[in-house]
């Protein structure tokens, strides 16, 4: 799942967050009550395996729309302990959804900024990478991370099935580079490395 070995207290760390998912989704709704009862591999280790695509020369990570934390908490938690330079930022619109990240945050000691608005209201300097899981199309995805963007940013957007026709839609409107990784936890998914991104 990941090219490294974490210590224990990574994966405990992992093992809280998963708690504090399921108790407060009992109130707030953050993940599909379908998915609770696989959470472990439907969301953590889902999340997990974004990590691979994170090098230790990456400064500044931005994950759109982060809802419950996936994958930035868990990338969060790992760079803990494998890359305590990469400095995090979590773009959630959502209030009660940014209370919870802000709870995790407290409770796990994460050195990540949240901050409780639209993507496009933000204001900040260039990323290294950009993450977003379940949040719009790619061609929404790319509309927003381009003000984000230099030439060396990195894209990393896991798709499903139906990731071909997300990439034909974007190509109308933008050029760019990706390369399709295989999902680790899902056959039919797929993890979407893309930059050099430019409007057409």
């Known amino acids: 799942m990941l090219?490294?070995?974490?210590?224990?207290?990574?994966?405990?760390?992992?093992?809280?967050?998963?708690?504090l998912v399921i108790e407060w989704n009992s109130k707030f709704n953050l993940i599909s009550k379908s998915s609770v009862e696989h959470i472990w591999e439907r969301h953590i280790l889902d999340s997990l395996q974004l990590c691979s695509f994170i090098s230790k020369?990456?400064?500044?990570?931005?994950?759109?729309?982060?809802?419950?934390?996936?994958?930035?908490?868990?990338?969060?938690?790992?760079?803990?302990?494998?890359?305590?330079?990469?400095?995090?930022?979590?773009?959630?619109?959502?209030?009660?959804?940014?209370?919870?990240?802000?709870?995790v945050k407290e409770a796990l000691g994460l050195n990540i900024k949240i901050y409780?608005?639209?993507?496009?209201?933000?204001?900040?300097?260039?990323?290294d990478i950009i993450s977003s899981r379940a949040l719009a199309?790619?061609?929404?995805?790319?509309?927003?991370?381009?003000?984000?963007?230099n030439k060396d940013t990195r894209l990393i957007f896991p798709k499903g099935e139906k990731w071909q026709?997300?990439?034909?839609?974007?190509?109308?409107?933008?050029?760019?580079?990706?390369k399709k990784e295989q999902s680790l936890t899902n056959e039919k998914s797929c993890i979407l490395q893309i930059k050099n991104i430019r409007r057409k």
């Open 165 to 178: 026709e997300e990439v034909l839609e974007a190509e109308k409107k933008w050029v760019f580079e990706y």
């Open 3 to 19: 090219k490294y070995n974490v210590s224990r207290e990574t994966i405990e760390k992992l093992k809280t967050y998963e708690k």
């Open 116 to 127: 409780n608005d639209r993507i496009e209201n933000i204001k900040l300097t260039k990323a």
């Open 57 to 103: 020369n990456d400064k500044k990570l931005y994950d759109f729309g982060s809802g419950a934390g996936f994958p930035a908490i868990v990338i969060a938690i790992v760079s803990q302990e494998l890359f305590p330079n990469l400095e995090i930022s979590l773009i959630e619109s959502i209030g009660k959804k940014a209370t919870f990240l802000n709870t």
């Open 137 to 149: 199309s790619l061609v929404k995805l790319l509309e927003y991370a381009k003000p984000f963007c």
